[in-house]
């Protein structure tokens, strides 16, 4: 049988390359724009490719080398919902989901294989529809398949789950799932911390001092921790996470976007300090050889390039498939030994923790416990130039505002004497707390370090302790006439989020007394 040759577009450090050359594919070509991606996969794989601007390929001087294979993994940073919510720019992205399948029509290859964000599966199928950009490549996507798989199924240490798009056998690809042993987050973490290490995703073995980029941030600091726990806890949008990270579940997904403070950052606790993961964790995670090294200019480029990257431990499987390796003859990739081209990385520091910020550095936090379902929140930010608390309410497409002036405490207060005056006397002893707000040290214990004065989230903190303690003394408060009192606040003719202010009412009417007044003493 003749060895299949395979060109890979938008490489990346190479894995695609990687996981076809462990099966047996001789990868002929790679193309990819950043140059400190070209330079870690030449290094590693024995290669000596340029750097390409895929978008200005016409692909036609390929067509005499008799390619068998084309895959790639376009730039997924238009289509990802972590840039911007969601909101990249779908146009430019296609433009790189054209080339690919421009370059499969001029080649004509037996197989090809897509990788990409989950998202991207939606605009596939729409785009290749009539009067769509991808519709002159209609027959090559319909002649094939479109699917989000999860890496986990085929032993990746994390839960990344990505559109595949391709012509190979799928049912024979799935056949390959929970083939080998799951690995999971603490599993690479006491791997790499072991004197002898063994790879958790191929047959390799080192010893500790050989390993490299093992370097361990600093610890987080108390602010550090705070806001990493409060996005990933506390996002008025998304879904809770974990924090720390479980060590007993695959890794969440890695991604190319993270910073010391993010959402996608993964946090882990190590020796009672929590700290972020390495460039060797992060890789082995992506199912990257511990004998992998990676040329950046700096570490975050190391985290991006890694981030960014698809796992070659599931490249083997795609590459098994398009052999049509039956799964009782496939050698698993934890008995595949790889060797690769020794070339040490450049050392690079790890990122530290922030010791100066702009004096105009923002603030947006929501109350723990006054945050609801899809966006309707009480919140703290200081984006009008001083900290004051705002209301969100909508049905996370639509998010209106409730502006929390002195005239709602007013209201609420007339509303409240008028059933009980002792009641509203109670309520106005636990508001007292909030005096001791002074825009000016909160502003000064955000931008500068040390923090002097009162930090914002202790204001975000008492705010939400205040609030917890109106909402006991209002539980008496009969529904239907606390109800009355939200109505003279929120338009009932406009539906828009109203289900979720009904829902959450009662607390809702005790953040809306706590807030208002804490504007109104500003």
């Known amino acids: 049988m003749k060895k299949l040759k395979a060109i890979d577009l938008y490489s990346g450090i190479g894995g695609w390359s990687l996981g076809l050359k462990l099966n047996g594919i001789e990868v002929i ?7 400190q991606a070209v330079e870690t996969a030449n290094k590693n794989l024995g290669k000596s490719e ?27 940073t238009q289509f990802s919902y972590s840039n911007r919510g969601g909101s990249g720019d779908l146009e430019d992205g296609i433009k790189d989901l054209y080339q690919f399948f421009k370059c499969i029509k001029v080649i004509k290859p037996k197989f090809w294989a897509m990788e990409n964000v989950p998202r991207v599966a939606n605009v ?23 699917e989000v798989l999860n890496m986990r199924e085929f032993g990746v240490p994390q839960k990344r789950k990505r559109c595949i798009a391709s012509n190979i056998n799928l049912e024979l690809l799935k056949s390959y799932r929970n083939l080998t042993e799951e690995v999971n987050l603490g599993d690479v973490l006491d791997c790499l911390s072991k004197e002898k290490i063994r790879d958790p995703n191929f047959k390799v073995t080192t010893s500790k001092n050989f390993l490299t980029e093992i370097e361990k941030e600093e610890p987080l600091n108390s602010e550090e921790q705070r806001m990493n726990r409060d996005m990933k806890r506390n996002h008025p ?7 720390p990270e479980d060590l007993n579940q695959p890794a969440r997904t ?6 010391r403070v993010s959402r996608e950052s993964l946090i882990v606790e190590d020796n009672r300090k929590l700290r972020r993961l390495s460039v060797r964790e992060r890789a082995s995670i992506q199912g990257f050889p511990i004998n992998y090294e990676f040329h950046g200019s700096s570490h975050s480029n190391k985290l991006k390039m890694i981030g960014n990257a698809i796992p ?5 499987f795609v590459a098994a498939a398009m052999k049509g390796i039956k799964p009782k003859d496939l050698i698993l990739p934890e008995k595949v030994e790889v060797f690769l081209e020794k070339s040490l990385s ?37 984006s009008e130039g001083k900290f004051k608390c705002f209301f969100f309410y909508g049905d996370s497409k639509r998010i209106k505002e409730i502006n929390l002036e002195k005239l709602i405490f007013n209201k609420l207060e007339i509303f409240i004497t008028d059933i009980e005056d002792s009641l509203m006397k109670r309520i106005k002893s636990e508001l007292k707390t909030l005096k001791k707000y002074n825009h000016q040290e909160l502003q000064k214990a955000w931008s500068v370090k040390p923090s002097v004065g009162i930090h914002p989230f202790e204001i975000v903190d008492l705010l939400n302790d205040v609030g917890n303690r109106v909402h006991d003394l209002t539980l008496d408060i009969e529904d239907k006439k606390l109800l009355e009192s939200l109505n003279g606040i929120f338009d009932s003719r406009d539906q828009v989020g109203l289900k979720k202010v009904t829902e959450f009412y009662r607390k809702i009417f005790s953040g809306l007394i706590v807030c208002s007044y804490f504007n109104s003493i500003n």
């Open 254 to 259: 890695i991604t190319a976007t993270c910073t």
């Open 312 to 316: 070659p431990k599931f490249t083997y």
């Open 124 to 146: 596939l199928i729409t785009e290749s529809q009539k009067g769509g950009q991808l519709h002159e490549f209609k027959k090559i996507i319909d002649g094939g398949f479109v």
């Open 237 to 243: 949008i998304y879904n809770r996470m974990s924090f």
């Open 346 to 382: 450049e050392k690079t520091s790890p990122d530290t923790q922030s010791k100066k910020y702009p004096k105009t550095r923002s603030f947006k936090f929501a109350l723990p416990d006054f945050n609801f379902k899809s966006g309707t929140r009480f919140e703290v930010n200081n």
């Open 29 to 35: 070509h790679s193309f990819e724009w950043w140059n």
């Open 50 to 76: 340029r750097t390409q601007d895929i978008r200005e390929m016409s692909f036609s001087n390929l067509k005499s080398q008799k390619i068998d294979i084309v895959v790639g993994s376009p730039p997924c």
